[in-house]
């Protein structure tokens, strides 16, 4: 970490590796196209890279600081989409993520299915509690982790992500509903 304040590009690229990935499926499930969620995590290093480099406050913890900095990016991007009156959405990202064709097509087109009925319902939540969702489930983050990402508290994190998960399990129920009603 020191070594990226002495500006090595080097120390930069190790930090881009491990979090670029991360940053980008973050961002990916907050967006409508594999195409912003690209051009948001460029953006997202770019701003960390300037900041970096004008010597400002230290980050104490990376991590949480390239989470935020993506949080911000990615109601900025609503902000000006708003303003530009641009309300698409995709509701099939997920089934656009590879899968493994070592399973069988039966097994790939349950799993496909399963992951659209969890992006849809995702979609029907708060934005509160789908971020918890992604921060915890998807991405794999701690309590105190996301804690420090969401700057609140763990006990405000635990509750939130207690919610979302009874949320997000009313919504399936909801959609596996309407589905068996067809």
Do not use: C
Request: charged fraction near 35%; aromatic fraction near 10%.
């Amino acid at each position: 970490m020191y070594r990226l304040y002495d500006r090595d590009p080097e120390a930069f690229g190790e930090l881009y590796d491990n979090y670029a990935p991360r940053i980008y499926r973050y961002i990916y499930f907050k967006v409508a196209t594999r195409f912003e969620a690209e051009d948001l995590t460029a953006e997202v290093f770019l701003k960390t890279w300037e900041y970096v480099h004008k010597r400002e406050k230290r980050i104490t913890s990376f991590q949480a600081f390239v989470y935020r900095l993506a949080r911000n990016i990615v109601v900025d991007h609503y902000r000006s989409r708003v303003q530009q009156n641009e309300h698409n959405i995709e509701d099939d990202k997920l089934t656009n993520i590879p899968v493994p064709s070592e399973n069988s097509s039966e097994e790939i087109l349950i799993r496909e299915t399963d992951m659209a009925a969890v992006q849809t319902a995702l979609q029907k939540l708060k934005e509160e509690y789908r971020e918890a969702i992604v921060l915890r489930y998807i991405e794999g983050y701690s309590i105190g982790e996301i804690a420090k990402i969401l700057e609140k508290s763990k006990g405000a994190v635990r509750v939130t992500t207690h919610r979302a998960v009874e949320a997000l399990k009313n919504e399936l129920e909801t959609i596996e509903s309407t589905i068996q009603k067809k």
